[in-house]
């Protein structure tokens, strides 16, 4: 059987020792976790200005973690001090590579600055920075009953391997929430009619789907969805 094929933007990297220079990257434990779900990851290369052809061969697309976003494009006017690795043209494509995926109903998930970059591009906002944040945790999630996020998961509690220090702070109309962190911290959403399948968590299913069948899920839904 033909593995489908999975869109993963690279990510931008000042330098790798393999490579000497720049580079382009993906999270290894990411594209694994798509492999292993059956999928066939193809890492695109952040190109701006996004041409839509280059995803018409792909059948899904995982959206995955990154730096910050710039704060001008969900309409602030002030950028906190914390700010970390933003960058135009990554911006750019990513926004752009989202708004088209969600037009042409391509199935997608969405990880912590892929669910930022989707709730930007339907008229959301972000929380700069959080007053506690999520880095390095592993921490409970409680998961909203018959949505896809718990049918995906298999469940309405998991444990959310998070790396983040900002948040939702407006979710875009078209969103609806589905799971919180015990302090109140939005961890997910879908859409708030159904369409094609979405999924956007706000922690890092890969970290854990090696030994969590739980967070493997979350991957396996997307390659099934995409065949």
């Known amino acids: 059987m033909t593995r489908p094929l999975i869109a993963l933007p690279a990510r931008f990297s000042t330098s790798a020792s393999a490579l000497r220079y720049r580079a382009e990257v993906a999270a290894r434990a990411l594209v694994e976790a798509v492999y292993r779900a059956g999928g066939e990851p193809f890492i695109m290369h952040p190109a701006d200005p996004y041409e839509p052809s280059r995803l018409t061969r792909c059948d899904g697309l995982l959206l995955p973690g990154g730096g910050d976003i710039h704060p001008r494009h969900y309409g602030a006017d002030t950028e906190h001090e914390s700010l970390y690795d933003v960058d135009d043209e990554q911006d750019a494509f990513d926004l752009a590579l989202a708004t088209h995926a969600l037009e042409a109903g391509i199935p997608t998930l ?83 009619n159904p369409g094609p399948w979405f999924l956007a968590v706000q922690w890092h299913p890969e970290d854990t789907a090696a030994t969590d069948p739980a967070q493997q899920a979350l991957f396996n839904a997307l390659v099934r969805a995409s065949g």
């Open 110 to 192: 969405a990880i912590c600055r892929g669910f930022q970059i989707v709730n930007t591009v339907l008229g959301g906002s972000l929380t700069q920075h959080m007053p506690e944040d999520h880095r390095h945790k592993l921490h409970p999630v409680s998961v909203k009953a018959g949505t896809l996020l718990a049918k995906s998961l298999g469940g309405e509690e998991t444990t959310a391997s998070c790396y983040h220090h900002q948040a939702t702070a407006t979710l875009a109309p078209s969103l609806t929430p589905t799971a919180h962190a015990a302090d109140g911290t939005l961890e997910a959403a879908e859409m708030a």
